[in-house]
Structure formats: structure tokens, C-alpha cells
């Protein structure tokens, strides 16, 4: 028996059902992106920080249409930077693969090939927008910060490392962000490879002065997209393989997503014809 005795075993239950419909109620409130700021996500941190992203966490869907943000001002977790950098913490066969310090990275339009590499990737049009606002004073944009980000081609390969384009290093960009918090990137829809849904990896630093090598990076991170624009994209000309590899994968089972995907999740509007444009917030404690 309890040592505490009856009314006490009472108010600890009460409590814990207390707590339970809190936790319900607020896993309800994934949309709450759509009455402000942009997303974002809470790791490793305090307590507040783990309720944060257990409130929102959510599998990833929606309407490519959507031209709100969603999410809501927190810390943006860390990621893995996966195999494929290139910010100088590993190597390739032709040795230490940095695009930090190639000539021309910093730039807004990353389609193509730079410091004599050519090569253009070819794709759907997207237009990334990432807004970097600090968690701990009111998220309030965060200029002058540089964001390194780079993907997959629409082939799912990597730039500098896969096969076939070992010679190349498109998709891959450094950009300061503006007096809003603003870095934008002109790019393509990356394709599917597979084993992971569709996604962006970026780091953040604090000036392109100091964004050379992966040392001095601040945060990792990786955002994704609303399943209805992957596969508006997915079923248009040279995206053929990423049909069959996002058949096969889900947020659910992917091995970053797989926590939730509400802050981490872009808000995109568009269509084909037009391009796509992804919006998402990126919360940085500074």
C-alpha cells in the first residue's frame, strides 16, 4: 500500500489525465504556422524545448497551394549533414571536398556549376526562403547570419560525390541574410532517391566570413516538402525514379523525419508551369 495513502494516489492520477488531455490538445494545434511566423523545432534541449516538439510533431502532408508559413518560432533541430557536404568534414577521391571555398559559392541562383565547372541542373524550378530569426530574444530576424544549403539533383545524386557528377558542384550555395532574416536560394525541386523522403540540408554560420569549413557552423539542419507538391513534381519529365522511391518511404519510417515534421516542414505555393516557391523559418538561439 502507498505510503502516502488513498487521497494521495487520487491527485497523482488526476494530474497525469490532466497532463494527457494538455498533450492531446496541443498535438491538435500543428497548423498554428498559419496565424504568423514561419517553422522550426525544438531538440536537445529543456524541458520546454522536448513538450515544444512534442506538441508538434506531425507526419508531413498538404496542398502545394499553400502560400502561409507553417510552424511556430522555436529552435531548429539538428541534423545529420549526411554524406554529402561538401563543407570541407570529409572526402572524395579527388580529396577534401569543401564548396565553401570554391569561387562564386556565395550566390543566390545555385543551378549551375562554378569555379570553371560546367553544368547546369536541369528540373522543376523552386525558389528556397529561409528566415533565420533568434529563439531567445522574441525571434527577431537574425541579418548578417550566412546559410550554406545544398541537395540532391532530380536524379538523387550529389554533386562532388555520386557517380556521374563527381565533376560537378551544382546545388550547392552560401547566402547572407538580408535585414529581415532572409536568405534565398534559386534552385530546383531536388528528386527522391531512396531510403529518404524529399529534402534541403543547410547549415548556418554567423557571416560568410566565417562559413569556410564545418567547424565553425552553428546548426544543421534539413527541411522537406508537403507530399502534393512531390508528387505534382515527381510526375513530370526526368523525375520518373522518384515515383517509385517516395512509394516506398514515408515520414513515418524516415530516419530524420520519423520525430515529426511540422517545423521542419516548408511552406510551398506554385505549380509546375510556374516553379515553386518554399518558405520556412529557422529558429537559432543567438
Known amino acids: 500500500m502507498d505510503e502516502h495513502g488513498l ?11 490532466e497532463r494527457r488531455r494538455a498533450l492531446r490538445w496541443m498535438a491538435g494545434l500543428g497548423g498554428l504556422g498559419a496565424v504568423g511566423v514561419l517553422p522550426l523545432l525544438g531538440c536537445g534541449g529543456g524541458d520546454d524545448e522536448a513538450l515544444a516538439a512534442t506538441s508538434s ?14 510552424g511556430s518560432c522555436a529552435l531548429i533541430p539538428e541534423e545529420t549533414a549526411g554524406p554529402y557536404p561538401g563543407d570541407g568534414s570529409n572526402s572524395t577521391s579527388a580529396g577534401v571536398a569543401n564548396a565553401l571555398m570554391l569561387s562564386g559559392i556565395v550566390r543566390s541562383d545555385i543551378r549551375s556549376s562554378i569555379a570553371g565547372t560546367s553544368g ?12 533565420l530569426v533568434n529563439t531567445a530574444a522574441g525571434c527577431a530576424s537574425l541579418a548578417g547570419y550566412a546559410i550554406y544549403l545544398w541537395h540532391c539533383d532530380r536524379e538523387g545524386r550529389y554533386s562532388m560525390y555520386s557517380s556521374g557528377v563527381t565533376d560537378q558542384n551544382y546545388l550547392r550555395g552560401l547566402q547572407a541574410t538580408d535585414s529581415d532574416g532572409i536568405a534565398s536560394f534559386g534552385s530546383i525541386f531536388p528528386g527522391c532517391y531512396d531510403g529518404r523522403m524529399p529534402h534541403v540540408h543547410f547549415e548556418i ?30 510526375a513530370t519529365s526526368g523525375y520518373g525514379t522518384s515515383v517509385a522511391n517516395l512509394a516506398r518511404i514515408s515520414f513515418a519510417s524516415d530516419n530524420v523525419f520519423s520525430d515529426g515534421t511540422t517545423l521542419q516542414m516548408s511552406s510551398v ?15 537559432l538561439s543567438a
Not at 7 to 17: C, F, I, M, S
Not at 57 to 70: E, L, R
Not at 120 to 131: F, H, R, S, Y
Request: charged share 10%; with cysteine.
Open 205 to 234: 554560420y554567423r557571416s560568410i566570413n566565417s562559413a569556410t569549413s564545418f567547424s565553425k557552423r552553428l546548426r544543421t539542419s534539413q527541411l522537406t516538402f508537403p507530399l502534393a507538391a512531390c508528387n505534382e513534381v515527381y
Open 269 to 283: 505555393s506554385g505549380n509546375v508551369t510556374d516553379g515553386y516557391v518554399a518558405t520556412l523559418m529557422v529558429g
Open 7 to 17: 487521497p494521495h494516489d487520487l491527485q497523482t492520477l488526476a494530474r497525469q489525465a
Open 120 to 131: 547546369t541542373a536541369g528540373g522543376v524550378p523552386l525558389t528556397l526562403k529561409l528566415q
Open 57 to 70: 510533431s506531425s507526419s508531413g502532408s498538404g496542398s502545394s497551394s499553400s502560400g502561409s508559413s507553417s
